[in-house]
């Protein structure tokens, strides 16, 4: 199983990212795809999530800025990034949980999103 991150990378306060990650090795549509993030220091927090119909859940400290999405047949999860703050700035990675309330059991290598003010 492998689940392969980018699209990190440096960009200025109030910027715009989109994080794609692409699954192999797993019946993709059968996943709930999330995104998560550690920043230094702290410990790793949910982002967003989706399921495979396209219910999502986002955290409140990312609601409104962050879009996630996939594609189901490119077995693709994407996070879309915008008027990105200091505090955004993390490693993202993205997971597969095999339902809505299990953790995630496979993960990815994750992406590094730096925020310039």
């Known amino acids: 199983v492998q689940l392969q991150a980018f699209g990190g990378g440096l960009v200025q306060a109030g910027g715009s990212l989109r994080l794609s990650c692409a699954a192999s090795?797993?019946?993709?549509?059968?996943?709930?795809m999330g995104w998560y993030r550690q920043a230094p220091g702290k410990e790793r927090e949910l982002v967003a999530r989706?399921?495979?119909?396209?219910?999502?859940y986002y955290a409140d400290s990312v609601k409104d800025r962050v879009t996630i999405s996939r594609d189901n047949a490119k077995n693709t999860v994407y996070l879309q990034m915008n008027s990105l703050k200091a505090e955004d700035m993390a490693v993202y990675y993205c997971?597969?949980?095999?339902?809505?309330?299990?953790?995630?059991?496979?993960w990815g290598q994750g992406t590094l999103v730096t925020v310039s003010s």
């Open positions: 989706i399921s495979s119909g396209g219910s999502t």
């Open positions: 997971a597969a949980r095999i339902s809505w309330l299990n953790e995630p059991i496979y």
């Open positions: 090795g797993i019946t993709f549509s059968n996943y709930v």
